[in-house]
């Protein structure tokens, strides 16, 4: 009887660990995907006088304790996307862009919330000192 129930236990822990994990495979990166949006770019674009740099990602996250305590920093949209324009240099904005909140269980200590950022990072067409001077 003793060890039906601890088999009982264990399976039921396992399930619990697995159910609350999001993935045990080092390989499958992200968690709980939620809410995924796109939206033609971050900021106002007045003109079509810029050039594609390159694409880049993003992200802002807070580790919520148990669940339900947030212990660092609320999300912040603002800081995923300076974090993609700044990682190519001469990056000014961004355009075809595409986020989503990613919830990554670590059961029982709590949850991590990630809101992640991707897209083209665009910047002004490169302008030699001649030329500027003739402008």
């Known amino acids: 009887m ?20 999001g993935s ?3 390989a499958d990166v992200g968690g709980r995907v939620t809410s995924t949006q796109l939206i033609d770019s ?3 674009i007045r003109s079509q006088d810029y050039m594609e740099l390159g694409v880049s990602t993003g992200e802002s996250s807070v580790f919520f304790l148990f669940g339900l305590i947030p212990v ?3 999300l912040n949209m603002d800081y995923a996307l300076s974090e993609a324009v700044q990682k190519i240099p001469g990056g ?6 595409k986020y989503w909140q990613e919830t990554h269980l ?3 200590v709590g949850t991590i ?13 490169s302008v030699t000192p001649n030329e500027a001077g003739k402008k």
């Open 2 to 21: 003793i060890l039906l129930r601890s088999i009982i236990l264990f399976c039921f822990l396992i399930f619990m660990m697995y159910s609350c994990s």
């Open 24 to 26: 045990f495979n080092r």
């Open 42 to 44: 971050a900021t106002i």
């Open 72 to 74: 660092t920093n609320p």
């Open 92 to 97: 000014k904005s961004l355009i075809k862009v």
């Open 106 to 108: 670590f059961f029982p």
């Open 113 to 125: 919330s990630v809101l992640k950022v991707k897209g083209t990072v665009i910047g002004s067409p």
